[in-house]
């Protein structure tokens, strides 16, 4: 790459004498040469500077990926630099909305009700008579999906007009983790188009504010899979929103990874090929997953298969013994060469153990990406605690399949906190001691209070109003008019048999603290459920007074024994005693049983989330871990790993 570098000086250098003669000599000359020749002199003359300050720049782009060919380098830099300068004009427009919020957020729901005012929808909720929030909620009340899902099979049908003036482009599923079923949400152009232009835009300006490195000549390694597309009655695709990241990212450009793995369908192998590719970047600057989950998996994998992946670098080869296409493993053999100082230093940094891996094989890196927040934040302390120590973890968006939700502008602050988008979601908020009514009052952006907590409730632009999709979040402060929110729970993942709502962070707090007392064991994983599941199960139908049962995977401790007693898995329910006042009542009254605390078997959590993939329609970039169990299967093969 030294070459490279050396040809962007001499570009510079002769762009910028070019540039100074053709001034010197036709622009501010005192003969008498004509105005349009002086002008034209003039903007030659401009275009040769802004050559010289990109050459000087292009240089400046250190260090570079392995690889890179000139033309990709060009590529790159050029599809950077305007990535940067429109995500600085994006978070600009941001910046600007979130100091008039009341107008932003009126001015949105006015023109999304006026898009479909004429609609079948449109005209059955009288849009027409609708010239204010608070009109607005007068009319619609709260919405649940039941109440959209004869409307969407008909538009999955082909119907047009019915909820929108347009074809929806796709319908995003969801995961299903909170209700066990997957919801089909029409999504339309102008939804995509927000996603990119005030999501993924503006977190491009806080990456290249906060990882000053970003943004250059490096690639970075993504781990994504085939996403199996299926398709309604109208030939419209129906799959995970997740994968429409890729919509806006040129793979070939910025990731180490080869296009031609995207054909590979088995999600092992095509993390091998992704682990195999990142490996022998060097140079690396970040790495990419959807969620913690499955940065975590990756790095076990690595862990456990580094040395077939190090013999592949030597060798430069795909491993024959992988399941991989045979037309697919070609073209991936052809793109490999035997590498074998590259594969002695992964060797001998493996042979080291695997704490701070990340950073000791790419020095470069800069940071990671992937959603920390919720149930993927013990996946996140994992990482920091092991494989990525020393490199900042990033959660930078905060959206779901039925809306873009908000940003986080702080990668540096140890939890995620995301800026709510005022500009591209309208929002309402349930007060938490209301969020059992079926129509509570909601409070309008600037009407929250900091420290509390609400449900979220959002109007989007693929035709879903008032709507509860289940988050549920904390107001910790206020950015200019905005709230900022911290994500607690979803609706359905909180413990809560008897209405003392107990979310993940405080359940998660307290099994962390029991297990460092119980001979400073780490938790690697854990997933509960209530009584009434077991019950159902097992056709009990003699238990009056429900209680949790709660499964946890442990790893580590200081003394070699992994027996618990019970006593000490007591300990858990009189932390949470402590930790939870409303849960004490319960417990004390005696309305609550004491929980149940069962130990798994290692590797149990990966074995369920592959489960999960194979019984169900969610796709392996889409899978979580259930915090609360809701499947009597789910439940049985819990049970069936029970030490």
Request: glycine share 4%; aromatic share 12%; net charge neutral.
């Given at each position: ?16 004498t070019?540039?100074?003669n ?11 040469l004509?105005v ?6 003039g ?12 050459a ?9 990926s392995?690889y ?32 008039e919020?009341?107008?932003t ?7 999304e009700?006026?898009k479909r ?12 008579q ?46 299903g983790?909170?209700t ?8 339309v152009?102008?939804?995509l ?22 943004f ?10 085939k ?6 009655e109208?030939n419209?695709?129906t ?10 990212e ?6 180490s ?11 092992p192998?095509?993390l ?45 080869r ?7 296409e ?11 060469s ?5 594969a ?16 000791r ?32 973890i990033?959660s ?18 140890e939890t995620?906190?995301?800026l ?8 309402e908020f349930i ?12 409070l ?12 979220l ?12 999709f289940?988050?549920?979040?904390k ?46 064991f ?14 159902k ?9 429900p ?6 995977e ?8 992994t027996?618990i ?34 130990f ?44």
């Open positions: 790459m030294a070459v490279s570098f050396s040809w962007s000086l001499l570009v510079a250098v002769l762009s910028a070019f540039c100074y053709t001034l010197a000599d036709y622009v501010f000359t005192s003969n008498q004509g349009i020749f002086r002008v034209a002199a903007i030659i003359a401009a275009i040769f500077f802004i050559i010289s300050v990109m000087l720049d292009f240089n400046s782009k250190w260090p570079v392995v890179h060919s000139y033309l990709s380098m060009l590529n790159q830099y050029l599809k950077a630099t305007r990535h940067v300068i429109v995500g600085q004009i994006m978070y600009n427009k941001l910046e600007k909305s979130t100091k919020v009341v107008k957020q009126e001015k949105l729901l006015l023109a009700i006026k005012e004429n609609t079948e929808y449109g005209q059955r909720f009288n849009f027409s609708i010239k204010c929030r608070e009109d607005f909620v007068q009319h619609h009340l709260l919405t649940e999906y039941s109440h959209y899902e004869a409307y969407i099979e008909r538009v999955a049908k082909g119907e047009i007009n019915v909820m929108h003036s347009e074809r929806p482009v796709i319908f995003g599923l969801t995961s983790t909170s066990g079923k997957s919801k089909m949400i029409p999504i152009r102008s939804h188009k927000d996603l990119f232009s005030k999501g993924l835009l503006p977190v491009s300006h806080v990456i290249k504010t906060h990882f000053l490195q970003s250059g000549l490096q690639k970075s390694m993504r781990l994504q899979y996403v199996g597309w299926k398709f309604t109208a419209i695709p799959g995970y929103t997740t994968a429409l990241y890729n919509k806006y040129k793979q070939d450009v910025n990731m990874t080869p296009v031609v793995a995207n054909g590979i369908t088995s999600e192998e095509a091998y090929i992704h682990l195999l590719f990142g490996l022998i970047d060097r140079n690396l600057e970040k790495i990419e997953a959807n969620f913690a989950s499955m940065l975590y998996f990756a790095f076990v994998s690595l862990e456990n298969n580094w040395g077939d992946l190090v013999e592949d670098i030597r060798l430069g795909v491993n024959p013994d992988l399941q991989i045979e037309t697919i493993k070609e073209q991936l053999n052809k793109l490999l035997p590498n074998p100082a590259r002695a230093h992964l060797e001998a940094e493996f042979q080291k153990g695997f704490v701070g891996i990340a950073k094989i790419w020095h470069h890196c800069t940071h990671i990406v992937c959603c920390t927040s919720g149930a993927f934040t013990i996946y996140a302390k994992t990482l920091e605690e092991k494989y990525a120590k020393g490199i900042r990033f930078p968006l905060y959206g779901a399949t039925e809306a873009l939700i908000g940003i986080n502008l702080w990668p540096n602050e995620a906190h995301y709510l988008l005022p500009n591209a979601t309208f929002f007060p938490i001691d209301e969020q059992e009514d079926e129509q509570p009052n909601t309008f952006l600037e009407q929250v209070d900091v420290g509390e907590t609400y449900e409730v959002v109007t989007n632009c693929s035709g879903l109003y008032r709507y509860r289940g988050d549920i979040v107001i910790v402060k206020f950015w200019n008019q905005c709230p900022v929110v911290e994500f607690v729970a979803r609706k359905g993942q909180l413990l809560n048999v008897r209405g003392e709502k107990i979310n993940e962070n405080t359940f998660y707090t307290a099994l962390v603290h029991c297990a460092h007392m119980w001979h400073h780490k938790v690697v994983d854990y997933t509960c459920c209530e009584s009434i599941l077991v019950d199960l097992q056709a009990n139908t003699t238990s009056s007074v209680y949790y049962l709660v499964f946890v442990l790893k580590g401790g200081d003394t070699g024994d027996h007693t019970t006593e000490q898995k007591h300990m858990l329910d009189d932390t949470l005693r402590k930790m939870s006042y409303v849960y004490e009542t319960y417990r004390s009254s005696e309305s609550i049983k004491p929980m149940s605390v069962s798994v078997k290692s590797g149990t959590f990966i074995e369920l989330q592959q489960y999960i993939v194979e019984t169900t329609r969610t796709s392996a970039n889409q899978v979580r871990i259930p915090r609360v169990l809701n499947k009597e299967d789910h439940l049985q093969f819990m049970l069936d790993r029970c030490q």
